[in-house]
């Protein structure tokens, strides 16, 4: 358990350095509603619970962003609430273990971002959450082995959120493909 913490610990303080647009960025995904498609997820676990917890009309399909996040060779879901949980500031997701399914990590905002960077199997995970015209939280969420902890949260304003999504446009941008309508 003290190891756990050290090496959480240690990340932190590693990733806080990475909020400051001039320092060197990790890279990653970038992850946001565009990237979300409908899909039936496996009816077990805590998948059944999450068509209620994010308030999907029972006649609607969760949207998610499906892949191998951990590379134990079983597909993982990062899952969107409905949109009338979403608004300026974002929309909750949960990170669901494709092997188990179980659900791992609760994250809000937008852009999500899936670094490479991995701790106990999965990869660490950022988010920025608007919370007006030019501020806003960018957040650090660390596997701890069994659930993703917050280990930071940063309010950034002004030219400090221009500067950081300057520097997260590195991160690969996953968008779905639209059929030619545009839908």
């Given at each position: 358990m003290r190891r756990n913490q050290f090496l959480i610990f240690t990340i932190v303080m590693m990733l806080a350095g990475n909020v400051r647009a001039e320092q060197a960025t990790q890279s990653g995904i970038w992850i946001d509603s565009s990237s979300m498609t409908e899909m039936k997820l496996p009816a077990a676990g805590d998948t059944t619970s999450l068509q209620l917890d994010f308030e999907y009309p029972e006649n609607k399909i969760l949207k998610a962003f499906s892949t191998d996040f951990n590379g134990d060779g079983v597909t993982d879901y990062l899952v969107e609430a409905y949109e009338s949980l979403c608004g300026t500031g974002g929309c909750p997701y949960a990170m669901v273990d494709g092997k188990t399914?179980?659900?791992?990590?609760?994250?809000?905002?937008?852009?999500?971002?899936?670094?490479?960077?991995?701790?106990?199997?999965?990869?660490?995970?950022?988010?920025?959450?608007?919370?007006?015209?030019?501020?806003?939280?960018?957040?650090?969420?660390?596997?701890?082995?069994?659930?993703?902890?917050?280990?930071?949260?940063?309010?950034?304003?002004?030219?400090?959120?221009?500067?950081?999504?300057?520097?997260?446009?590195?991160h690969r941008k996953i968008k779905v493909a639209q059929d030619k309508k545009g839908h």
């Amino acid at each position: 358990m003290r190891r756990n913490q050290f090496l959480i610990f240690t990340i932190v303080m590693m990733l806080a350095g990475n909020v400051r647009a001039e320092q060197a960025t990790q890279s990653g995904i970038w992850i946001d509603s565009s990237s979300m498609t409908e899909m039936k997820l496996p009816a077990a676990g805590d998948t059944t619970s999450l068509q209620l917890d994010f308030e999907y009309p029972e006649n609607k399909i969760l949207k998610a962003f499906s892949t191998d996040f951990n590379g134990d060779g079983v597909t993982d879901y990062l899952v969107e609430a409905y949109e009338s949980l979403c608004g300026t500031g974002g929309c909750p997701y949960a990170m669901v273990d494709g092997k188990t399914n179980k659900r791992i990590g609760d994250f809000s905002g937008s852009p999500i971002l899936v670094l490479d960077q991995k701790i106990n199997g999965f990869p660490v995970i950022q988010s920025y959450g608007h919370m007006n015209v030019d501020s806003g939280s960018f957040v650090t969420y660390v596997f701890d082995g069994k659930k993703y902890q917050v280990v930071s949260s940063v309010f950034v304003s002004g030219q400090s959120v221009k500067d950081l999504f300057k520097s997260l446009n590195s991160h690969r941008k996953i968008k779905v493909a639209q059929d030619k309508k545009g839908h």
